[in-house]
């Protein structure tokens, strides 16, 4: 018996867990530096109409770590988010998004343009959010219309009504609210008569197999539906093929993202 101590078979040791243990520590030391010296970069993947006309771009967190090489945002966004340090990338986010829309401006083709940023938990609970906000539009003196918020549902259930408040003087101020990944997550749809939305963006797990399955079709009729009944703006994202754009437009979708139109990119080569 003395001799197996230490082994995993009583559950004292596992080594995936371990693992995994000390990829997150080392990411976050590694991140915490990055943030720092701003070596997070923004990417902006193309939004489309139905004319494949672009109306937008969504700003997107790239980051290539001198060590750990390509990391995914999939990866090191909650781990900045547990960490804190997303307050900071946050704010980073904000500032350099309205720099771009000032940069835009004066460009014939992109002045149009809206950019989406995503929006965590814990930046948006935070008192100074909104005029961190308001403080960048009158800075760079940019269209407020033309930056829109990505925020999820459970960013909803969490205090609802000190929420609302905030999300009621973002609108005032001119912004636009989009709700990610809409349908994946647990809360009710009441929320959607008492929120001021301008759109709906279906998670990619409903759209990948649109073509095949036929329950993804009825979940995303069914939030077309919704959307045109609210008269919100629906937008599918993850659209890799031409199969998947042409089923989206036969049920009525109006605006697309995805590696079909246009992977994320560096500004200069958008
Ligand atoms: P999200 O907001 O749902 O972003 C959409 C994700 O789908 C992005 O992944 C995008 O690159 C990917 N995508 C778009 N079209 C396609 C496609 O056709 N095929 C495939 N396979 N993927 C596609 P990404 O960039 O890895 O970001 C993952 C998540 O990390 C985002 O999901 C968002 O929740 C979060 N995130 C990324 N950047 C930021 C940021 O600056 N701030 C915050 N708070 N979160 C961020
Ligand atoms: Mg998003
Ligand atoms: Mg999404
Ligand atoms: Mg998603």
Redesign the pocket.
């Known amino acids: 018996f003395v001799k197996d101590k230490g082994r995993d078979d009583f559950g004292f040791f596992d080594p995936k867990l371990q693992k995994s243990l000390e990829r997150k520590a080392i990411v976050l030391q590694r991140l915490r530096e990055a943030i720092n010296n701003a070596k997070i970069n923004?990417h902006f993947?193309k939004q489309v109409n139905s004319k494949e006309e672009v109306i937008g771009v969504?700003?997107?967190?790239?980051w290539e770590d001198e060590e750990l090489g390509f990391v995914?945002?999939?990866e090191f966004?909650p781990i900045a988010e547990e960490s804190g340090l997303?307050i900071r990338?946050?704010h980073c986010?904000i500032e350099e998004t309205a720099k771009v829309l000032q940069e835009w401006q004066n460009d014939k083709e992109k002045k149009h343009w809206r950019i989406s940023?995503?929006?965590?938990l814990s930046?948006f609970q935070r008192d100074d959010f909104e005029y961190l906000i308001k403080n960048a539009i009158l800075k760079y003196k940019i269209n407020a219309n033309l930056l829109r918020l990505?925020i999820t549902e459970s960013l909803l259930l969490k205090n609802a009504d000190k929420a609302l408040e905030k999300i009621d003087y973002l609108k005032e101020l001119g912004l636009t609210l989009s709700i990610?990944?809409f349908g994946t997550g647990y809360s009710s749809l009441a929320y959607l008569k008492k929120l001021p939305v301008d759109e709906l963006?279906i998670?990619?797990s409903f759209i990948d197999d649109i073509v095949t399955n036929k329950s993804d079709e009825t979940i995303v009729a069914a939030i077309l539906e919704i959307g045109n009944q609210f008269g919100f703006e629906v937008i599918a994202?993850?659209?890799?093929t031409k199969e998947i754009y042409e089923k989206l437009l036969n049920l009525g979708c109006k605006y697309f993202?995805?590696?079909?139109f246009a992977?994320?990119k560096k500004k200069e080569d958008l």
């Open positions: 923004i993947q969504e700003a997107l967190a790239r995914s945002p999939a966004i997303i990338f946050g986010l940023i995503n929006v965590s930046q990505e990610d990944d963006k998670d990619k994202e993850g659209v890799e993202q995805g590696y079909y992977k994320p």
